[in-house]
Every structure is written in C-alpha cells, then in structure tokens.
C-alpha cells in the first residue's frame, strides 16, 4: 500500500465516520484517531518533517473535540458527552 492511498482512504473513512449520526461516531473516530499518528509519521519519513508537521495541525483541527475529551479525562474530569 503506497502512502498516497492510505491517506485517501483515512480522509474518505473520516468524512465517511463525520456523515454518520454521533452516537455511531465513536468506533470509527477511535479508529480514525489511532490510524492518524501512524500515518503522520509514514508521511514524515517519506515526505518531509515539515509535511509531517502540516499533517499534525490539520489532525489537531479535525479532531480538537475528542482530543479535548481524552485530555480532560486524562486529567480526571468527567467531561459531558453530546446526546
């Protein structure tokens, strides 16, 4: 699998999961959110660090809201959940 394809995959699997209501979000996102460093790194290894770096600022834009959760939890809060 080249890295082209692997990161269009994760983009359609992404807007894919953003289509689905929020309750059926979670296992997909978790997912998504788990495959993203992965690829980030591949990109920074075959790409450019800078590269690697632009795809982590739109990771952190797309996912600021779980990103957000998981530190809050992290931190022991109990932070609400969307119904």
Do not use: D
């Not at 894919?16 to 296992?27: D, K, S, T, V």
């Not at 980030?40 to 800078?50: D, K, M, S, Y």
């Amino acid at each position: 699998m080249t890295l082209l394809f692997a990161c269009i995959t994760w983009v359609f699997a992404s807007v894919a999961c953003a289509m689905l209501p929020m309750r059926r979000q979670y296992i997909p996102g978790v997912i998504l959110l788990i495959a993203a460093p992965v690829l980030i790194v591949w990109i920074g290894f075959q790409v450019h660090p800078l590269a690697a770096v632009a795809a982590l600022a739109a990771f952190v834009s797309m996912f600021r809201n779980p990103l957000r959760y998981l530190l809050a939890r992290l931190r022991g809060e109990e932070p609400e959940l969307p119904k």
